[in-house]
């Protein structure tokens, strides 16, 4: 078992020399030069200690670099003739010449006939020249882009005064997008470490928008530029605001709700601040404080010059207005009587329309003149599915009356958006049911748009009345036509798995991910049917898959993978449980592109299972148990394998497997615990609880010896089992099978193929972290090495001839050499994190650049973050080190050779871009001379091979090394300080232009800057 582990015989291996055991003249001209640059001091790569086999901090030389052999160039191969090293010094250069000229003048006087013969003889050999380089070239390296796409937040869309435009808002970005066509007009970032909480448009200025963050700050922003204009800082934690016009109309209102103190629960305070929206404000502000709420308050409108206010609590509204409108009094001196309504069942949601002034007689008989009044009718969601109608409220509330309402009753749970038409006969809601209603409150007609995307959370109405906007509980926003109730934008995010925090007790889960090497600039995903909002909410399972286009940053399709709720079931009452989806658990593609694997699993929920015991739930241990061992005889399991529809851009799906994997004991379905693609070939392996390893192959549909055609006259395939592989009997007695008897069921398990396809390794639950390498083709077991990771693996991955293995420790193994290449002990950084989150670390490799990535799950305070690691596997140092803000839930390796991608628990997307390369010298406009487009790309190749060769130099017009200062000389701008810029990201995750632009301009003006 400790031998070592032998390179495996196969057709498909090919083994590669490492690049530092090849020598010069087995490459080419080009390649030639690349290694004598590699010799020089100024190879980037010597810094991360790849070539000398120890690391050395970035930036730093060693004594290798520094007195570096010479080299043989290719012209002079095979004649004895050496180039010496560059000199160093002139003056030593200077003392080399001068006794080269000693030895040429003695052999002249010793033969004066054959002169010139000796000295042709005795010449100095050529040497390279020494350089002073003008700037020291900076070593690329890897970097993370900042975070884009991300969950629209709990805000309506916010349509612009025409309705060609709508602005969505994420965590700290506003995104303005065209209606008609559905693309991203552009976006901008608010703050760095701040949350956006609400965002209101200007009653002053359509092209005005003021954001409210989670530290209470308001920043005023024109979101047509974009700028920001100015910033309030109210000086409490901000739960909800809305604006209006003051009194003047030459300040804006805003009303906001905040808590009486950050820990302070179910209190709240309704306050009342005006601003110059182009006035910056130094210091918190003095709002007037309006009305103390005993109960926690939520969404919140205003009208009427701040007159009339209402506001929302979990358990009904509070209402505020003035008794009389006297001009003479300011906004900030308005007195409100406020009015508690109590709904038995809650409200979730509510909409106040306020219909034409009516203008009244005075209540001053000394005045002539009449009081403008507005009647406002309400319309509020309920926890039962309710919508209650209340027509003139204000009126009614003053004048103490009783309050009749109209109910409109369709919604089996929890209304969760509704709004009043713009004309105000129709009433617009939606929730859980996923259908859109329209109640005409004339006739008591009901028109229903069914079968949409996900849960109803939000609506809004165009300033014109021609458009619906409504956000889904999925990541997506859709923009439709109110006379044809058709779609006329469509607008979606990341829609993977998110947390609000993630908690121990919540049993996160990581999300699946896969590259599509037919669509390169594809991510499939699976996906829940919605995203969670709520601390409280059980765990999702992902039944759905989502194509998401990243170079584009939206998403192309969805479509469903698995049974799920989103047609044909309504649920009776809110206080009934759901029917539980499947979840998808695992995902790969082929190798060709043409074939998905899935894997997904179902269990029935505990309540459905609980009259097994004779009680709702199991109230001791071994009730509990009890149910979990019914649940288990009842989960299924699935392996599908859909096959690309090149025509219809969609997954068919082609053979479904039942329970690839069973128990041995009471033959339930077992869980499969991991799946890998054959890279070389059409083929799937999965490794399940059972501790059996099947290999999946595709095969013609031969019934009767005929080819089955498909619909488009196409033989069919169907996918089986060639192989299947028992650890427990090719293995050893004493390693696997009483490691089974004694700890039952492997709780995890990995499996991974060799870059060439031929080796496949396999790693189950054992306690001396043993890895099985088994021959791909045959299926027999070529070693088992020991401690080859520690407890609970997290990941296992091929790198060409290395095996990366995490758990609570990194380790880097040289299968070849049989040897640990290094470790990394994680628990370093993961000190008071719960074994539930470590279990939240993800491994990916990237082998078109040989390079590996890593996330672990941190404590970052009170909440978790990741920490983001890329390591080249011959060094222990890693290439780069980033903390996510929150716990990334999906990490892979793109294609095409574009780094890596880490989704987080906020889906939110961060590129990790590996360095950019050579760095070449750049012909600037502006310069004295004008060169032609041909002489500058000449001029650009010499400058490139001169910094390849390491000969490049500063000359002066003379030709002569110009040693003058760096203070005189004139703005140079290299290519790496380009790339800086524009190669810290991909295309897709580059900031907006106009942040390009000065970033750009900052080094054609900054002084020195090269």
Partial sequence: MSAPVPALPGKKRKHTQPTSDIHPSKKTKKSKKSHKALQGDSTPSDTNGALNGHASAPGTETNETKDSLAVKPASLEGQGEELEAPVKDKKEKKQKQKKQKKGQDGV??????????????????????????????????????????????????????????????????????????????????????????????????????????????????????????????????????????SKDEQQVVLVFVHPETETSNGTSTIALHTIDPLAAQDGPSNPAVLWESEQSL?????????????????????????????????????????????????????????????????????????KITFTYNLAVGTGDGSIFVYNDIVQKLQAKSDLISRRLHWHRLPVGAVRWSKDGNYIISGGQETVLCLWQLNTGHRQDLPNLTSDIEGLAVSPAGSSYGIRFADNTVMILSTTELAAKAVFTGLQTKAYENIEPWSKPSLSPVTTHCLAPDHLLLAVPQRQNRLKNQPRQAAPFLQTYDISANRSVSRQALARNNVVGFIQKKASAPQISEADVVHMQTSSDGHWLATAEEWEPPMQDISYLTGRSSGSNYAESARIKWEAKLRRESFIKFWKWNQRDKQWELDTRIDSPHKAHFDHSASRVLDIASDPCSTGFSTVGEDGLVRIWNPKTHLPNGRIVRGARSKGTTTWTASQTIDIAKVAPLDEQESDRQFHGLPKFAKIAYSNDGSVLAVALDHPHGVVHFLDAETGRLQNSHPLMFSHGLLGMQFLDRYLITLSSQLRVWDVVLNRLVFGYDLAK??????????????????????????????????????????????????????????????????????????????????????????????????????????????????????????????????????????????????????????????????????????????????????
């Avoid at 025409?162 to 007009?185: D, E, F, G, P």
Wanted: glycine share 6%; proline share 6%.
């Fill in 108 to 245: 002249a006087e010793a033969s004066k006939s054959n002169v010139d013969t000796l000295l042709a003889i005795s010449a100095p050999e050529p040497t390279l020249r020494t350089v002073k380089p003008k700037r020291p070239l900076s070593t690329p390296s890897w970097t993370a882009s900042s975070p884009s796409g991300g969950r629209f937040r709990d805000i309506d869309p916010i349509f612009s005064y025409n309705s060609k435009l709508v602005l969505l808002a994420t965590r700290q970005s506003i995104h303005v997008y065209y209606v008609h066509a559905s693309l991203l007009k552009h976006s901008f970032h608010v703050d760095d470490s701040q949350l956006i909480i609400d965002v209101k448009i200007s009653p002053q200025n359509s092209n005005i928008i003021y954001v409210a963050l989670s530290n209470g700050e308001v920043q005023v922003w024109d979101w047509m530029a974009p700028s920001k204009l100015a910033s309030v800082q109210i000086g409490h934690q901000i739960t909800a605001f809305a604006t209006c016009l």
């Fill in 298 to 370: 939520s969404r919140i409108q205003i009208f009427d010059h701040g007159q009339t206010i209402f506001a929302m609590s979990p358990t009904g509204l509070v209402i505020g207005s003035t008794k009389e409108d006297d001009p003479e009094i300011s906004t900030n001196s308005l007195q409100h009587d406020w009015f508690p309504m109590l709904v038995t069942d809650g409200v979730t949601c509510f909409d106040v329309r306020q219909d034409s002034p009516i203008m009244k007689p005075s209540a001053n008989i000394d005045k002539a003149e009449s």
């Fill in 829 to 1010: 950084i993961q000190t008071s994190v719960p074994s539930a989150i470590k279990q939240l670390g993800l491994l990916a490799v990237y082998p078109d650049h040989g390079t590996f990535a890593l996330s672990c799950p941190v404590q970052n305070g009170s909440d978790f973050a990741s920490r983001i690691l890329v390591f080249n596997p011959s060094n222990a140092q890693p290439l780069l080190s980033t903390d996510n803000k929150t716990v990334v839930l999906a990490l892979t390796a793109l294609v095409g050779g574009q780094g890596f991608v880490a989704i987080d628990a906020n889906s939110e997307a961060r590129f990790i871009v590996p360095p950019t390369g050579t760095t070449l010298g750049l012909v600037l406009p502006g310069s004295a001379s004008q060169v032609t487009e041909e002489g500058a790309l000449t001029q650009i190749e010499e400058d490139q091979e001169a910094v390849v060769n390491g000969t490049y130099e500063n000359q002066g017009e003379d030709g002569k090394d110009n040693e003058s200062d760096f203070e005189d000389d004139k703005t140079v701008i290299r290519s790496h300080q380009l790339a800086e810029i524009f190669a810290s990201a991909p295309s897709y995750a580059l900031p907006p232009i106009q942040d390009l632009f000065h970033s750009v301009a900052r080094l054609y003006i900054g002084k020195n800057t090269a």
